[in-house]
């Protein structure tokens, strides 16, 4: 994927409210490959919108190293948070770079909500993309014909995506072991006190699953099947055989563990992701109720004008 010989540059487009973690990670990544390849084997440049400060996400400002549209990177990664102006993806100036990059074989990567942006200039189509599960919902909803994959990160020829935060790290390990070897990457994994170096076959858990894996192996596996089937909710007799419990027995885990009934939990997750779908995306409210498991506009109204104290059609246009 990389020139076989010299110094390759690794360029990061940062899109303002971007994680530092991610850029952090992965520069402090091939900085310590350099270091024991014992010489420059990659050189990083960041770059921005009119160059200068861009503020990431904790609102530390930094001086990128270049304008978009400057010179040709060998690989070029994406940088945005989930919040990141709209108007940037959009930007004639950034899509007319990332598309005469692509156009020249350049890799390029999305890290974090970073595949927003290469989607929006028409760069992902055909290809299977990783981002972080909190964008991915409304990333789907968005662009339907692209496949999201619920992977830690994914290498898809010459598109490289990740999650963010420590998936960064487990992506440039990948990109230095193909590049400079498994003993290399090893080392630089080492340094950087990873204990496991995670593969493209590690899945991304969400908040709830992070929690409920601590507590109950069997709570997990129900909360991944609700997530997987927001859509077309699934039985709690049918969730009940999945996990090899009884209803009763599925009742008492999710009272011990979440303090909720699995039907309440289970309808929570699904009103949570409408939401996400009404703030994020321009469906009609009688999709995205059809999209989280709701059988009428007037059912799906009721209940969510219980659970966050405003109807759909209010809580869209309090974003305006």
């Known amino acids: 994927m990389l020139e076989r010989e010299g110094t390759v540059e690794i360029g990061f487009l940062l899109v303002p409210g971007f994680p530092l973690v991610c850029l952090s990670s992965a520069l ?11 010489r420059e084997r990659y050189r990083y440049r960041t770059y921005a919108l009119g160059g200068g400060i861009v503020a990431a996400s904790n609102r530390l400002d930094i001086q990128v190293g270049g304008e978009v549209g400057e010179g040709e990177p060998s690989m070029l990664f994406v940088c945005a948070g989930s919040e990141f102006p709209s108007g940037i993806a959009h930007h004639p100036t950034v899509q007319g770079w990332l598309r005469r990059l692509a156009s020249r074989g350049v890799p390029l990567g999305g890290i974090s909500a970073g595949s927003y942006v290469l989607a929006e200039a028409g760069l992902m189509g055909g290809y299977r993309c990783a981002l972080h599960w909190y964008d991915a919902a409304v990333f789907r909803e968005t662009f339907p014909d692209i496949e999201v994959t619920d992977q830690l990160f994914c290498i898809d020829r010459d598109r490289l995506t990740c999650s963010g935060g420590a998936a960064t790290i487990d992506m440039m390990l990948r990109i230095i072991d193909d590049d400079l070897g498994g003993r290399i990457a090893s080392k630089t994994a080492e340094m950087m006190q990873v204990e496991r170096v995670r593969s493209t076959v590690d899945r991304q858990a969400s908040a709830s699953l992070y929690k409920a894996k601590a507590r109950s192996a069997p709570l997990a596996k129900a909360i991944l099947t609700m997530e997987e089937n927001l859509d077309q909710p699934v039985s709690m007799i049918d969730l009940s055989e999945t996990i090899g419990l009884t209803r009763r027995q599925l009742h008492r885990l999710f009272r011990q563990h979440t303090g909720e009934t699995p039907t309440d939990f289970y309808r929570d997750m699904r009103l949570r992701h409408a939401r996400a779908l009404l703030h994020g995306t321009p469906a009609k409210i009688i999709d995205v109720a059809a999209a989280t498991g709701f059988g009428s506009h007037s059912h799906f109204t009721k209940v969510y004008r ?4 405003i109807s759909p059609l209010k809580d869209r246009h309090s974003d305006l």
């Open 306 to 309: 219980e659970r966050f104290g």
């Open 28 to 38: 402090d990544a091939l900085r310590h490959a350099n270091g024991y390849a014992d």
